[in-house]
């Protein structure tokens, strides 16, 4: 299986340019999120989604968009690129993060690192 | 909002000698937790989870202890390898559909 796959893994952008990280996955979960990684502040959730039209906010949603049109996709949208976005972003699923009916593991794209200028 | 804190940010053991690594919650409502680590250029990966209606739970060479009464959370890892430098974070289940993230810990394993 490839698991989550994430698209690009770099990408540079001018302030002001959008822009669409594509994350896929072939595990049929339906929970999906997107994280940032900045040094020193660990992964904070931007979205999320627990299943096809469904998306909510996460701690720090400002500046992003998320639609999930199917299971296997969570694109995240960058609406005007900001310095202050750059950073590592994780995509990852599961079946659930509750641990209640199975485990909570969470599973992990590679990141697409963006730097924007 | 909580947040998941960890005591110490970097860590070094000897290749061979246990490591203990720990993490510290604010939120009693929080039930369930992760642990998880990270290789250089790498997404994190699931390591261990327990409840919180448990206080310790063993895996492969891991064991996640739970501390309800100090909101304290540990990972022990046994007989540390080098392919165990990584940075290690906890993870906290708060609110449903939501894992907040500790800050991390940076694990070296000296040869």
């Known amino acids: 299986n490839a698991g989550v796959t994430q698209t690009p893994k770099f990408q540079v952008l001018k302030t002001g340019q959008s822009m669409t990280l594509q994350c896929a996955q072939d595990?049929?979960?339906?929970?999906m999120s997107w994280y940032r990684q900045d040094p020193g502040m660990g992964l904070r959730l931007i979205h999320y989604?627990?299943?096809?039209?469904?998306?909510d906010q996460g701690e720090v949603p400002n500046g992003y968009n998320v639609s999930r049109s199917t299971t296997e996709d969570f694109p995240l949208r960058l609406l005007s690129a900001a310095p202050s976005q750059t950073s590592v972003y994780f995509c990852?699923?599961?079946?659930?993060?509750?641990?209640?009916?199975?485990?909570?593991?969470?599973?992990f794209g590679e990141g697409s690192r963006l730097t924007v200028l | 909002g909580e947040s998941v804190g960890l005591h110490l940010p970097t860590l070094s053991v000897q290749e061979g000698d246990n490591s203990i690594i720990n993490c510290a919650y604010s939120?009693?409502?929080?039930?369930?937790f992760i642990w998880y680590k990270q290789e250089s250029g790498k997404g994190p990966q699931f390591i261990i989870d327990?409840?919180?209606?448990?206080d310790k739970r063993q895996g492969q060479r891991v064991t996640v202890l739970l501390n309800k009464t100090v909101k304290h959370l540990s990972l022990q890892i046994a007989a540390t390898q080098p392919g165990d430098s990584a940075v290690y974070f906890c993870?906290?289940?708060?609110?449903?559909?939501?894992?907040?993230f500790g800050t991390g810990t940076r694990l070296t394993v000296i040869p």
């Open positions: 993870a906290e289940n708060i609110e449903a559909n939501n894992l907040f």
């Open positions: 595990m049929n979960h339906e929970y």
């Open positions: 939120n009693s409502a929080s039930d369930y």
């Open positions: 989604s627990v299943g096809a039209g469904i998306t």
């Open positions: 990852a699923s599961s079946y659930s993060v509750t641990g209640l009916d199975n485990t909570g593991e969470l599973f």
């Open positions: 327990i409840r919180s209606n448990m």
